[in-house]
C-alpha cells in the first residue's frame, strides 16, 4: 500500500487487515471483543505500516470504558438553534474517530446536572467533556475522576479547560472600532456566570478605559432574542451609541434585527461587531466583521484530552483573529 509522505490512518490498516474500521479500532484500545486471529492480523498491518495510534487512543488499552461523554448545559431550543453546538459536535466526532472511541451526547439543564450519568458516577467513561457548566454549579457536583475530565469554557478548579482567548479577541474586536474612528461602543455580552462571556467582557472594557473612555456592557443569554431585547434597552439608555461590540454571531444578528426595527443603519449609524466567525456572520446584511472561534479545534482537543488523561486545572487557550466585513467598515 502506498502511502507517500502522509501518516497512515485506522483505515488503511483495515485496508490491508481486510477488517472494518471499528475492528481496527477495537485492536487499539484493547477491546477483548477481537479474536486472537483477526487480532494477530490487525497488529501485523499495523506493523507493516508503520502506524501509531493517537495517544488517547493508546490509553484505552487495558481500560473497560471506550465512549466519551459530552454533557452540554442548555436549553433544547438554543442547543438546537445555535450553530455553536453543530460546529461542536462535529469536532468531538472527528476526534473520537481518531482516537477510536464513541461518542455519548447528553444534554440536561442545570437542575438535573448532578444526576447525569458520566457526573454521578453511575456509569464509567473513558473521558468527559463538560460543556457550558459554571463555576458554581460544577463546584456542587463530586467528581469521580477529574484527570479524565475537560471543561469547554473554565468551570471547577480541579477540572481542565480550554478556551479561544476571549480577552484578545475582544480587545482586537474594540481596537478594530475605535480605529474605524467610533468612540461610543456599547457591549451586548453574554451571560455574567459564563467564563467565555466574562472573558470578552474584559477584554473590551480594558481597552476602553485604556482610550479613557467608558464602557457600556448589558448581559444577556446567548440567544438572538435575548441579545435583541438586551440592545433595546441599551439603546433606549444611550441613543448616541456609534457601535456595538457582540459577544456572539447569532447574539450579533438578533442586534441587527434591532437597530433595523430602530432605522438605524449598519455601519453608516451604528458598527457592529460579533465574535465566533459563525454561518450568522456570514448571513446577516451587510456581513458581520466578526472574531474567529476555532470551535472544531477546540471540542477535538479537549475529547482527546479528556481519554489522554489532563493536569487537573490545566487552561488549553487557543488564538484568535478578526474577520472584517461590511457590518463595520
Request: net charge neutral.
Amino acid at each position: 500500500m502506498e502511502l507517500g509522505d502522509r501518516r497512515p490512518t485506522l483505515e488503511d490498516v483495515a485496508q490491508l487487515a481486510r477488517v472494518s474500521r471499528s475492528t481496527v479500532s477495537r485492536v487499539v484500545t484493547g477491546s477483548p471483543r477481537v479474536s486472537p486471529h483477526v487480532r494477530a492480523r490487525v497488529e501485523r498491518a499495523a506493523g507493516d505500516l508503520g502506524y501509531l495510534p493517537h495517544a488517547a487512543a493508546r490509553a484505552l488499552a487495558g481500560r473497560r470504558d471506550d465512549t466519551v461523554a459530552v454533557v452540554v448545559v442548555a436549553g433544547e431550543r438554543e442547543f438546537a438553534e445555535d450553530p455553536y453546538y453543530g460546529r461542536l459536535v462535529s469536532g468531538v466526532v472527528d476526534a473520537a474517530q481518531e482516537a477510536g472511541v464513541r461518542v455519548r451526547i447528553q444534554r440536561t439543564d442545570e437542575a438535573y446536572l448532578a444526576d447525569v450519568p458520566a457526573l454521578s458516577g453511575s456509569a464509567r467513561f473513558a473521558g468527559t467533556v463538560l460543556v457550558n457548566v459554571p463555576h458554581q454549579l460544577a463546584g456542587e457536583v463530586t467528581f469521580r475522576d477529574p484527570r479524565h475530565m475537560v471543561s469547554l469554557g473554565r468551570s471547577a478548579d480541579p477540572i481542565a479547560y480550554a478556551n479561544p482567548d476571549n480577552v484578545a479577541g475582544a480587545r482586537t474586536a474594540t481596537t478594530h472600532l475605535l480605529a474605524a474612528g467610533r468612540s461610543r461602543i456599547g457591549m451586548v455580552a453574554g451571560p455574567s456566570d459564563n467564563s467565555c462571556s466574562t472573558g470578552r467582557a474584559l477584554g473590551y472594557q480594558s481597552v476602553l478605559t485604556a482610550a479613557g473612555l467608558r464602557p457600556y456592557v448589558v448581559f444577556a443569554d446567548f440567544t438572538a432574542p435575548g441579545a435583541a431585547a438586551a440592545a433595546e434597552g441599551l439603546l433606549h439608555a444611550r441613543p448616541d451609541l456609534d457601535a456595538l461590540f457582540v459577544a456572539s454571531d447569532l447574539m450579533a444578528a438578533g442586534v441587527l434585527q434591532t437597530l433595523a426595527a430602530r432605522g438605524i443603519r449598519v455601519p453608516d449609524d451604528v458598527a457592529v461587531v460579533g465574535f465566533d466567525d459563525s454561518v450568522p456572520a456570514r448571513c446577516t446584511a451587510p456581513a458581520l466583521t466578526t472574531v474567529t472561534h476555532p470551535v472544531e479545534q477546540i471540542a477535538a482537543w479537549a475529547t482527546l484530552t479528556s481519554v489522554s488523561g489532563a493536569q487537573p486545572g490545566s487552561a488549553r487557550i487557543f488564538p484568535t483573529a478578526l474577520v472584517v466585513r461590511g457590518s463595520s467598515t
